[in-house]
């Protein structure tokens, strides 16, 4: 009997997570508007998300990026039925930020204290001056 039920219980429990889960947007929004203190405006460009971002617009996510070169701020948000894997994209774009795209001390320091994770079926990248507040907003709107 436990070999039948065990599976059903999984499923169920999977889908009351994912029907739990606000959209990769509405998360961002919250975390851009409680935790960055920059104007943070969406990239919907699909030639950008694509070549400077590394998101095909396609995917269920959402870029928002400060529009001024001074501040370099991002919050990406990723849906995936494989986090773990879209985590993996973002390790990419956070190591391209430190790497490549901080061209100012405080750009830098950014980018170095940016953080990638996930929580539910979201994985995210967070840069901005207080990543950890970033990331205590977006876990909290989706928790809830």
């Known amino acids: 009997m436990w070999n039948k039920a065990l599976p059903l219980a999984v499923i169920m ?10 959209s990769p947007d509405e998360a961002a929004r919250i975390v851009c508007e409680r935790a960055y203190d920059v ?11 694509d070549t400077y971002y590394g998101i095909d ?9 400060c ?5 370099m701020s991002e919050v990406i948000i990723i849906r995936s039925d494989d986090p773990y894997t879209a985590r993996e994209a ?21 980018a170095e204290e940016s953080i990638t994770g996930v929580t539910g079926d979201l994985a995210y990248f967070l840069m901005g001056e207080d990543a950890d507040k970033a ?3 977006l876990i909290g709107a989706v928790n809830g």
């Open 67 to 71: 529009p001024s070169a001074a501040v």
């Open 39 to 49: 104007e943070m405006v969406p990239v919907t460009d699909e030639y950008i998300l």
């Open 57 to 65: 617009s396609s995917m269920d996510a959402a870029v928002y990026c």
């Open 13 to 22: 429990l999977t889908a009351c997570m994912a029907g739990n889960s606000i």
């Open 90 to 110: 973002l390790d990419r774009r956070r190591t391209k930020a430190i790497e490549r795209d901080a061209l100012y001390p405080d750009d830098k320091r950014r």
């Open 135 to 137: 990331e205590e907003e």
